[in-house]
Nanobody
Framework: QVQVVESGGGLVQVGGSLRLSCTASGIMFSSSRMGWYRQASGKQRELVADISSGGSTNYADSVKGRFTISRDNAKNTVYLQMNSLKPEDTAVYYC?????????WGQGTQVTVSS
């Protein structure tokens, strides 16, 4: 059974930092493409960043230069380091694992940036 579990969300002030973690089990993590998505209240879910099995990364324009995605295959974990946070980064952040033609989502973790 595949499980994807996020952690690390919380409340932070404008300009602060948070690191999200996502750990997967029950699947060949090293062969998976991992992504972080977010969904703000009343808006559609959007891609924040993703990382291929080979380590290539892709970022939304809104987070380039502020967020960094990385992975540790030995720990079956992907991270999202978020710096210089803005109120518009407030959202539920979801981790997505993609392998071949299947995708698995975590339950989400809330990030709130207060001014």
């Amino acid at each position: 059974q595949v499980q994807v579990v996020e952690s690390g969300g919380g409340l932070v002030q404008v300009g602060g930092s948070l690191r999200l973690s996502c750990t997967a089990s029950g699947i060949m993590f090293s062969s998976s493409r991992m992504g972080w998505y977010r969904q703000a209240s009343g808006k559609q879910r959007e891609l924040v960043a993703d990382i291929s099995s080979g380590g290539s990364t892709n970022y939304a324009d809104s987070v380039k230069g502020r967020f960094t995605i990385s992975r540790d295959n030995a720990k079956n974990t992907v991270y999202l380091q978020m710096n210089s946070l803005k109120p518009e980064d407030t959202a539920v952040y979801y981790c997505r694992l993609q392998i071949l033609y299947s995708a698995y989502w975590g339950q989400g973790t809330q990030v709130t940036v207060s001014s």
